[in-house]
């Protein structure tokens, strides 16, 4: 085996971590700043922030425009979290999400 191919799922696995990084960053970004309706028009946020990123990613590739790449979590709680998915079931005046038969996106 030659010396090249010893590293090659480390930096596969690093870029990987890199580019969820980023992708998570954006999501953020947007939803910090009022955008999130741009990519998730669900009146309850639907996707995370991770989808919300990619697809913002996509979006401008699409259209030929250059990515924002930069990162930065706000360490705060999330003041906005995802809408649980599945059918709401009240039982003694609590809330229990319970899955939905068919997966989302499937």
Known sequence: MEKNHVHQPER?????ATA???????GTFLADNGRRLEIDP???RG???FQI???S???CLSQGRRLRLRIHLDPRPDPDP????????????????????VPAGG
């Open 12 to 16: 596969l696995s690093l870029i990987m």
């Open 20 to 26: 969820t990084l980023y992708a998570l960053t954006e």
């Open 42 to 44: 669900h009146d309850d």
């Open 47 to 49: 996707l995370s922030y």
């Open 53 to 55: 990123g990619l697809r």
């Open 57 to 59: 990613f996509q979006h």
């Open 82 to 101: 995802v809408a649980p998915y599945g059918i709401p079931f009240r039982l003694f005046g609590l809330v229990k999400w319970l899955p939905a038969s």
